[in-house]
């Protein structure tokens, strides 16, 4: 079965740092791009950036352009976002999912929440 | 960035009706459009790309149709699961762009 499993859920403190995961399995993870999107309670989907597993080129959504980074370590076939110091504006849950042919996203994870309160 | 626009944000209809979703671009996109739908607590789930292809096991009710800036979703025939929320998403450049969202209420 094609899947992409998260990470469990995190609770942090504003300032802390935070790197969530998303792990392939079933098909070749190193020729689809992998993508990260963000959904804020009750609000809508927003795309944040993709990474290609085979060479780690990585393109940002310039409104997350050096707020988070995206990695991925191809020998575990997993692909990573984290933070450096989180703020409680980055509360939100945060799907990973792949992008296919016709570039559109056909497997999704089953998403992380994240939550940032002192 | 390319802007997509989705119209209505949300609508009420009944078990059986015909629902028409819009999503309007910015720019040209050609047909570089793909649909999700979200139910609650869920991730999304992609049911058209390309604009009109119907990704496989998705109900033939669904139907997608477009190319340049306007895109329609349409359901031919409501169903109790249909009630959700869509999205549409453009993969014709970066960054990637959802429209706004579309809630499909119980009438």
């Known amino acids: 079965e094609v899947q992409l499993v998260q990470s469990g859920a995190e609770v942090k403190k504003p300032g802390e740092s935070l790197k969530i995961s998303c792990t392939g399995s079933g098909y070749s993870f190193t020729t689809y791009w992998i993508t990260w999107v963000r959904q804020m309670p009750g609000k809508g989907l927003e795309w944040m950036g993709i990474i290609y597993p085979g060479d780690s080129d990585t393109r940002y959504s310039p409104s997350f352009q050096g707020q988070v980074t995206i990695s991925v370590d191809k020998s575990i076939n997993t692909a990573y976002l984290q933070w450096s110091s989180l703020k409680a504006s980055d509360s939100a849950m945060y799907y990973c999912?792949?992008?296919?042919?016709?570039?559109?996203?056909?497997?999704w994870g089953q998403g992380t929440m994240v939550t940032v309160s002192s | 960035d390319i802007q997509m626009t989705q119209s209505p944000s949300s609508l009420s209809a009944s078990v059986g009706d015909r629902v028409t979703i819009t999503c309007r671009a910015s720019?040209?996109?050609?047909?570089?459009l793909n649909w999700y739908q979200q139910k609650p607590g869920k991730a999304p789930k992609l049911l058209i790309y390309a604009a009109s292809s119907l990704q496989t096991g998705v109900p033939s009710r669904f139907s997608g149709s477009g190319s340049g800036t306007d895109f329609t979703l349409t359901i031919s025939s409501l169903q109790l699961e249909d009630f959700a929320s869509y999205y549409c998403?453009?993969?014709?450049?970066?960054?990637?762009?959802f429209g706004g969202g579309t809630k499909v209420e119980i009438k």
């Open positions: 720019q040209s996109i050609s047909s570089y």
């Open positions: 999912a792949r992008e296919y042919g016709p570039d559109a996203f056909d497997i």
């Open positions: 998403h453009q993969s014709y450049s970066n960054p990637r762009t």
